[in-house]
């Protein structure tokens, strides 16, 4: 059993940055971070192996967020900067404890969820 807490939403103006949070508690193969925008689905913003740190991103968001994981502290991070509004939405932080059977932003990849930290970003 996984336990996930998110932290570090808000809002902040365009051109902005936020720093996202997710304590996990037992062990993971690999964490990512999602969104869910009202009316939209939820997407895969970007995924993180725990044991050799590889990195992958939505094209959305590269070369504008980080996801890195310190391991020692159980915590997930999203350093998102160069906020756009469209970034708005609920983030969630997710993890499996097994192989990947589908593609890594498919939702139904991950058998644990947090409760979601809410990201507004204004023009």
């Known amino acids: 059993q996984v336990h996930l807490v998110e932290s570090g939403g808000g809002s902040v103006q365009a051109g902005g940055s936020l720093r996202l949070s997710c304590t996990a508690s037992?062990?993971?193969?690999?964490m990512g971070w999602f969104r869910q925008a009202p009316g939209k689905e939820r997407e895969g913003v970007a995924r993180?192996?725990?044991?050799?740190?590889?990195?992958t991103y939505a094209d959305s968001v590269k070369g504008r967020f980080t996801v890195s994981r310190d391991n020692p502290k159980n915590t997930l991070y999203l350093q998102m900067n160069s906020l756009k509004p469209e970034d708005t939405a609920m983030y969630y932080c997710?993890?499996?404890?097994?192989?990947?059977?589908?593609?890594?932003?498919?939702?139904?990849?991950?058998?644990?969820w947090g409760q979601g930290t809410q990201v507004t970003v204004s023009s």
């Open positions: 997710a993890a499996k404890t097994g192989g990947y059977n589908g593609a890594w932003y498919r939702v139904d990849q991950y058998n644990y």
């Open positions: 037992g062990s993971t193969y690999s």
């Open positions: 993180i192996f725990t044991a050799s740190g590889a990195t």
